[in-house]
């Protein structure tokens, strides 16, 4: 019997995940957060600058570049992923689903949002603003 833990260190498996910090240098060289949390979620802790919101039941049809409700930014399989949650446990979950449909360079954010905001990066407030 597989557990969810069992799920998650498999989904991490062989994969780089960037801390805040190379996250926030990847996301000037190109990269794109995406933020999977829910509207509640968001509400209640706050949300990241420019990242793309696409809640988690409806990513996998939002980035693949083949398929017919992609957004613009999910052009090709090429492009850098970084998916965030609240903690990092179900954006690599995510990422790993994403990896499955070819989107090679899919990763997470390690510590999730709690960790951005932790290391001073830049938030919108969970009352003010989200996006």
């Not at 809640?55 to 939002?62: D, F, M």
């Amino acid at each position: 019997m597989v557990t969810i833990d069992d799920l998650v260190v498999r989904s991490r498996a062989g994969v780089h995940r960037p801390g805040p910090a190379e996250a926030h240098r990847a996301v000037s060289e190109g990269a794109l957060l995406v933020d999977i949390r829910p509207a509640a979620q968001r509400a209640r802790e706050g949300g990241i600058p420019g990242a793309l919101v696409i809640e988690r039941n409806v990513l996998e049809w939002r980035l693949d570049p083949a398929g017919s409700h992609h957004i613009e930014e999910a052009s090709d399989h090429d492009v850098h992923w970084i998916v965030v949650c609240s903690e990092g446990y179900a954006s690599s979950l995510a990422a790993a689903s994403l990896r499955e449909l070819g989107l090679h360079r899919a990763t997470d954010l390690d510590g999730g949002f709690v960790a951005w905001a932790a290391a001073g990066l830049p938030t919108l407030s969970a009352d003010t603003g989200l996006a």
